[in-house]
């Protein structure tokens, strides 16, 4: 959709005359302007769409939705999941600020977190996952209750993708050994994170 703006764009720029732009692109001044139109027009309808689709996603699951057990719910505040890791890794107590933001599956629409991952690891995914984007400094979090069971939760996955964030530019604890110390630590003992802050 973009590249067709684009092209459109360039070929009204040219400083051409109106017989040049007809031979060499094989349509008139106005078939180009009626085309870009079109273009403008489907763009606009594609963003109305999305801004829909967000606004719709931004309320979460329903009530239907929580009945049914069909997303996962954090049981530890976030910040409370971040100092624990960073104490586990050696790091100084912090707060969100400056943490990497996190985005539930269930309030993140597809074409979203498509665009962040492509623009950071170069691919398309199909579906979302729980994932670190170092870049962007952002954490999809896949808050499916089918992934999760009582040996791993939503506030395990969160632990391992915070140790992901907070292991940048040292050597790296790897997602799964975070996630089974989070949950040995405090998940299976039924702890929470916040009264060891």
């Not at 703006?5 to 060499?24: G, I, K, P, T």
């Not at 910040?79 to 996190?102: F, M, T, Y």
Request: aromatic content about 8%; overall charge negative.
């Amino acid at each position: 959709m973009k590249t067709a703006l684009a092209a459109v764009a360039v070929l009204l720029a040219l400083s051409v005359c109106a017989r040049a732009q007809q031979d060499f692109f094989g349509m008139t001044p106005e078939d180009a302007q009626a085309m870009m139109g079109k273009a403008m027009a489907d763009q606009a309808r594609h963003e109305a769409e999305l801004a829909q689709q967000r606004a719709k996603k931004a309320q979460g699951p329903g009530y239907v939705d929580l009945a049914l057990g069909t997303y996962a719910t954090l049981t530890n505040p976030q910040e409370c999941i971040l100092r624990a890791v960073g104490r586990h890794l050696g790091q100084p107590a912090r707060s969100l600020e400056g943490a990497p933001k996190v985005y539930l599956e269930s309030r993140t629409i597809l074409e979203d977190f498509q665009v962040y991952v492509h623009n950071e690891r170069d691919s398309w995914p199909n579906a979302f996952s729980t994932i670190y984007l170092r870049q962007a400094n952002i954490i999809f979090l896949d808050d499916h209750s089918s992934l999760y069971s009582p040996k791993r939760t939503l506030d395990d996955a969160l632990a391992g993708q915070y140790a992901a964030a907070l292991s940048v530019g040292r050597v790296a604890e790897p997602v799964d050994v975070a996630e089974s110390w989070f949950h040995e630590t405090y998940t299976k003992p039924g702890l929470s994170a916040c009264d060891a802050n």
